[in-house]
């Protein structure tokens, strides 16, 4: 009964809040997505933030570390949104450090250069704004209302990134060699943001039944190359792909085939950095501990006062 | 085992006049703190010209039309927050 | 170089220190409210020195704000010695920008009234940012100091360490005295007393005890520096003399 009628909730479009009735298998898919989308903001504070130290102006330093800043927020709203479902951040970040929880695999390459500041965020901010634009539309109350805070935020980071990526490519031999540079190492792992093929995504399933995912991973995907290519042409950078060509038939472009045993070896642990995120995440953690039993221990000592 | 912090749903009044909008939740120890990490996170980009915090333990919402949410009471938290259950001292994975 | 350059240098270049400071705590602090927190008072810190850097810029007619920041070295530095101090833990940053923070709100309410229209603009708008930085140091140095043991020994430990960088910041050479007399600059010095007063009051709240004056260090406006200072400008300014004839 309970089955049918939130069934009928999804089919005519209305959104599910946290005190409605629920599938129990919907509340865990939403509640490991939603925590692993958090997880993702954090970590990927990490490559991003690599370079605010070393930024090479004012102004880049600045922006560098809004965009960064907002990512931490975005984490915030994800979390929270999670929250409703019944678990706490304690416990999210708990199943993060136990290995139990995954975050975007494209925040275990490094950021190597200054001009890597300008690949991420104009592929992995472009990606995430195609994927998150869908989201917009998830059956979800909380986290589509939390998607649709975080898109106002997301385009100022993707111009941030294509305007590094344009002037670098528009500057000195070096600077124009460092953005192409950054552009052949990101560009793969940005577009296997999307997950794996349809064919190979078992949860895409109930996700589309339940409205809680609104487009298919090789849509977003082909969505967002369509979006780019032209993008990178127009500032004279090349994307490192051979078969990439436009498709007059399909009204897409064609692209080559991804590596995905580079891309289930990340995800399952070894790439590049997944080692070093997490043990930055814990170790950050870890000291912060003093501080914040210091804070709750404050808070007890006030609150007998007042009473 | 750290416990969990207090959650405080955030209310923001955009502009003078207009009335407070439910923002989201922070996480904080003390009414002050919860103040400021709402001004932090739900205001950078002149979002707030003022700011409420409640703790979420004290909101209570009314029923949907769905009133066969079996596992819920009447005058139900409108938040799901393991927070507001109080376990056993020494309970552990809980 | 004129005196009004170097005095709004030194202004520059301790909001741009402190603010590099600031920014290393991004995806490191104990929280993430607080994350959010540090990157807000750096974005702050940044600002400012922008803001002085391209008065200084202009007030030069040779370099840009940029090249102000990113070209100078060790030497050329007018911070206070206090901003360049490590973060350490928590607690060390806490403390540094707390004893930083009280002397900023100070001093800035003071250049409010600079006769230099610009110097007051900036006070003004620089003002209204360290009002919350104080606010945000002053309650986190009570909540650690009256926190647990362990968070109040840690926050003494850091409190003794940089006492000794909080007597440079009141001093007033030639340069300043020139300026005050002209009714542009500060007088540091007549700033002590209500910096004593506010720090005293915040460190009882906090069950901290005000550590004795022993060597004090100095320096700062001549630009001597402690080893810090070398290792910050390293790495902001890498990519610049790296590549000296790009632009980013």
């Given at each position: 009964m309970n089955e049918i009628k939130f069934q009928e909730r999804?089919?005519?479009?209305?959104?599910?809040?946290?005190?409605?009735w629920m599938p129990d298998a919907y509340r865990k898919h939403l509640i490991r997505q939603i925590s692993q989308h958090a997880h993702s903001e954090i970590i990927g504070m990490q490559p991003e933030g690599n370079w605010i130290t070393r930024a090479p102006s004012l102004r880049a330093k600045m922006i560098l570390l809004a965009k960064v800043q907002d990512e931490a927020g975005h984490g915030?709203?994800?979390?929270?949104?999670?929250?409703?479902?019944?678990?706490?951040?304690?416990?999210?970040?708990?199943?993060?450090?136990?290995?139990?929880?995954k975050y975007s695999s494209i925040f275990n390459y490094p950021t190597l250069s200054w001009a890597d500041m300008g690949a991420v965020g104009w592929l992995v901010d472009g990606a995430a704004i195609v994927n998150q634009v869908s989201l917009q539309r998830t059956s979800y109350g909380p986290y589509s209302r939390g998607m649709v805070k975080i898109c106002k935020e997301e385009s100022f980071h993707q111009r941030q990134g294509y305007e590094i990526m344009a002037e670098m490519a528009k500057g000195t031999p070096e600077?124009?060699?460092?953005?192409?540079?950054?552009?052949?190492?990101?560009w793969w792992p940005s577009i296997m943001m999307f997950g794996p093929q349809d064919s190979d995504s078992p949860r895409t399933g109930n996700a589309m039944k339940w409205k809680i995912k609104r487009q298919t991973n090789d849509d977003l995907r082909q969505d967002f190359i369509n979006k780019t290519v032209g993008q990178a042409e127009l500032i004279g950078l090349t994307i490192p792909d051979p078969d990439l060509?436009?498709?007059?038939?399909?009204?897409?472009?064609?692209?080559?085939?991804?590596?995905?045993d580079e891309f289930w070896s990340v995800v399952n642990g070894n790439g590049p950095c997944n080692k070093q995120r997490l043990a930055h995440h814990k170790k950050a953690h870890d000291e912060g501990q003093w501080v914040r039993d210091a804070a709750k221990a404050y808070a007890k000592k006030q609150e007998l006062v007042a009473n | 085992m750290a416990e969990n912090a207090t959650v405080w749903e955030v209310f923001i009044q955009s502009k003078n006049g207009l009335a407070h909008k439910h923002a989201g939740n922070v996480h904080a120890d003390d009414k002050v703190m919860a103040l400021e990490n709402a001004r932090e996170l739900y205001t950078r980009r002149n979002e707030g010209s003022c700011i409420w915090v409640v703790k979420s333990e004290y909101i209570v919402s009314s029923e949907t039309e769905d009133s066969e949410a079996f596992f819920d009471p009447s005058n139900?938290?409108?938040?799901?927050?393991?927070?507001?259950?109080?376990?056993?001292?020494?309970?552990?994975?809980? | 170089m004129s005196s009004l350059f170097t005095y709004t240098l030194r202004i520059a270049d301790s909001s741009l220190i402190l603010g590099q400071?600031?920014?290393?705590?991004?995806?490191?602090?104990?929280?993430?409210?607080?994350?959010?927190?540090?990157?807000?008072?750096?974005?702050?810190?940044?600002?400012?020195?922008?803001?002085?850097?391209?008065?200084?810029?202009?007030?030069?007619?040779?370099?840009?704000?940029?090249?102000?920041?990113?070209?100078?070295?060790?030497?050329?530095?007018?911070?206070?010695?206090?901003?360049?101090?490590?973060?350490?833990?928590?607690?060390?940053?806490?403390?540094?920008n707390f004893l930083h923070d009280t002397f900023n709100f100070l001093f800035y309410t003071q250049l409010a009234n600079s006769k230099d229209e610009t110097l007051s603009a900036l006070a003004i708008k620089s003002l209204k940012e360290v009002k919350y930085h104080l606010r945000h140091s002053s309650n986190w140095l009570v909540r650690l100091g009256d926190g647990t043991e362990e968070s109040n020994a840690k926050t003494q430990v850091a409190l003794n360490e940089l006492w000794m960088y909080t007597d440079e910041i009141f001093e007033m050479d030639a340069l300043d005295t020139e300026l005050f007399n002209e009714g542009i600059a500060v007088d540091n010095s007549a700033?002590?007393?209500?910096?004593?007063?506010?720090?005293?009051?915040?460190?009882?709240?906090?069950?901290?005890?005000?550590?004795?004056?022993?060597?004090?260090?100095?320096?700062?406006?001549?630009?001597?520096?402690?080893?810090?200072?070398?290792?910050?400008?390293?790495?902001?300014?890498?990519?610049?003399?790296a590549y000296p004839n790009a632009k980013w």
């Open positions: 999804i089919d005519a479009e209305k959104k599910i809040e946290p005190k409605d915030l709203y994800l979390y929270s949104a999670c929250e409703t479902l019944g678990i706490s951040r304690e416990e999210l970040v708990q199943q993060l450090h136990d290995g139990k929880a600077q124009k060699a460092m953005a192409q540079d950054a552009l052949d190492r990101f060509k436009w498709n007059e038939q399909r009204g897409h472009y064609d692209f080559g085939e991804m590596d995905w | 139900d938290k409108m938040y799901r927050h393991p927070t507001f259950y109080t376990m056993p001292e020494g309970s552990k994975h809980i | 400071r600031m920014s290393e705590w991004c995806s490191k602090s104990p929280t993430l409210e607080e994350d959010i927190a540090m990157s807000n008072i750096s974005l702050d810190m940044f600002g400012q020195a922008n803001g002085f850097y391209q008065y200084a810029a202009q007030l030069d007619g040779l370099k840009s704000a940029d090249e102000l920041a990113f070209r100078r070295n060790e030497r050329e530095f007018f911070n206070h010695q206090l901003v360049e101090q490590e973060n350490g833990n928590f607690g060390n940053s806490i403390v540094r700033l002590k007393s209500d910096w004593d007063t506010m720090v005293n009051n915040t460190l009882e709240k906090a069950k901290l005890t005000r550590p004795e004056d022993e060597y004090m260090a100095t320096g700062g406006k001549k630009g001597l520096h402690t080893e810090y200072l070398g290792f910050i400008l390293s790495e902001m300014q890498y990519l610049q003399r």
